[in-house]
């Protein structure tokens, strides 16, 4: 069976990280016979300059016939003034909450060739393996009310909601706990329920459904807390369930443990494990143009979406072990440098030696 993926580029450093995807599934096609079909569709900035709106329905309904999609990143400055509901990110929004990928995994681990890249101590970080589970379709991104309006005395004020309601909370907390099983066993749920009504909902619900898993140990943690720990002690987190807000943030702080954000990549996924993929980074426009990105984000969101949408497990192990292997050999784009027996190079040269090391493989 061909496996349909839709790729969607999107803004600043989105294309050139993506085509280093593109040459991984290249290598997978002609190493090892993956049969896959890409087709391109327009989202972000690109799709506003384009079509006008950075979410078309072409692009929705391409996204609904594939198997999977794969994203870069989009958004930058050239849209940074348009109202809100028509800015990229609403784009990557409408994604997410059009196809229902309410579960956002995005595993931190760190490869140990690159403890001196973490900004953290070696002995802090070596190690770390953790698995942050994001609530993705719902929280303050998607509540309502929303807006910026005009008090009666002429005051304008900024409104956002943080909203979930109980089946939100329980189906993102059992896919914290299903995972927890084939994991360390252990989940730690982040809120803020000393301050919020939501996070005290959440907590109930989640404390409620961690009972169907008397097999998987329960924590809550303060989110400022665990802002904290992570950069304190991060070893001691197996999974992370959190909302749409915390784990964004959370995310950004777990990637630099392991040496850049330029190393994370992530799965969205709806009920029946249809998913996106993307690395959990955004457009880079400081960095945009000059052939200096990480592309092993993306590379490693390959990885998952061999995994979780294309049933394909065995070659996103290969994918893995092939970035392994380029770090061990010593390269490194300049986000994760790292001294001595280390060579620099750029997004393409890193690109170009992970499918060489796929195509060794085969
Ligand atoms: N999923 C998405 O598409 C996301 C989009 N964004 C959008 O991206 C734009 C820039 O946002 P920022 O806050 O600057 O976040 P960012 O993640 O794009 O960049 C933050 C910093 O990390 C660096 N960086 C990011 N990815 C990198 C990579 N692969 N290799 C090397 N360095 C990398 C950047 O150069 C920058 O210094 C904004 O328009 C924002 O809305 C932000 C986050 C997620
Ligand atoms: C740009 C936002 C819509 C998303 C974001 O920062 C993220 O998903 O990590
Ligand atoms: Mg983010």
């Known amino acids: 069976m061909t496996h349909k993926v839709l790729v969607l580029a999107g803004d ?31 989202v972000g900035g690109a799709a506003i300059d384009a079509t006008g709106t950075p979410l078309p329905e072409a692009t929705l309904r391409l996204a609904r016939e594939a198997d999977a999609v794969l994203l870069g990143a989009v958004g930058g400055p050239k849209w940074d003034d348009l109202p809100s509901e ?14 229902g990928l309410f579960a956002n995994l995005r595993p931190a681990v760190l490869y140990p060739e690159l403890a001196a890249a973490s900004t953290l101590r070696a002995e802090v970080v070596a190690g770390l393996d953790m698995l942050i589970v994001r609530e993705l379709t719902g929280g303050i991104y998607f509540g309502e009310p929303r807006g910026i309006r005009t008090r009666p005395d002429g005051v304008r004020e900024g409104v956002n909601t943080m909203v979930y309601s109980e089946p939100e909370i329980e189906r993102i907390a059992r896919v914290a706990f299903e995972a927890a099983r084939r994991r360390g066993r252990r989940v730690c749920s982040v809120d803020k329920a000393n301050v919020l009504e939501v996070s005290a909902l959440w907590r109930e619900v989640v ?14 943690m303060y989110v400022d807390n665990a802002a904290m720990q992570l950069v ?7 999974v992370m369930v959190t909302g749409n807000l915390f ?37 880079a426009p400081d960095i945009a143009g000059r052939g200096v990105a990480n592309p092993l984000a993306t590379i490693l969101s390959v990885a998952m979406m061999l995994r979780h949408s294309l049933g394909e497990g065995e070659l996103a192990g290969r994918v893995e072990a092939a970035v392994r292997e380029v770090l061990a050999a010593g390269l490194r784009t300049p986000d994760i440098d790292g001294g001595e027996g280390t060579r620099r190079v750029g997004t393409k040269e890193m690109g170009d030696a992970v499918a060489a090391a796929l195509l060794a493989q085969a």
């Open 12 to 42: 600043g450093i989105g294309p050139e990280i993506v085509a280093e995807a593109r040459k991984v599934l290249e290598a997978l096609r002609r190493g090892f016979g993956l049969a896959v079909e890409l087709e391109e569709g327009l």
């Open 86 to 99: 028509r800015r990229p990110e609403k784009g990557l929004l409408g994604l997410r909450g059009g196809l």
């Open 207 to 220: 404390t409620r459904v961690a009972a169907d898993y008397p097999d998987v140990e329960l924590a809550h």
């Open 232 to 238: 304190r002690a991060p070893r001691q987190f197996d």
């Open 247 to 283: 784990g964004d943030i959370l995310s950004d702080c777990a990637a630099m443990l392991t040496g850049s954000i330029g190393m994370l990549p992530s799965a969205s996924l709806d009920a029946a494990g249809k998913g996106m993929y993307e690395p959990i980074h955004g457009s």
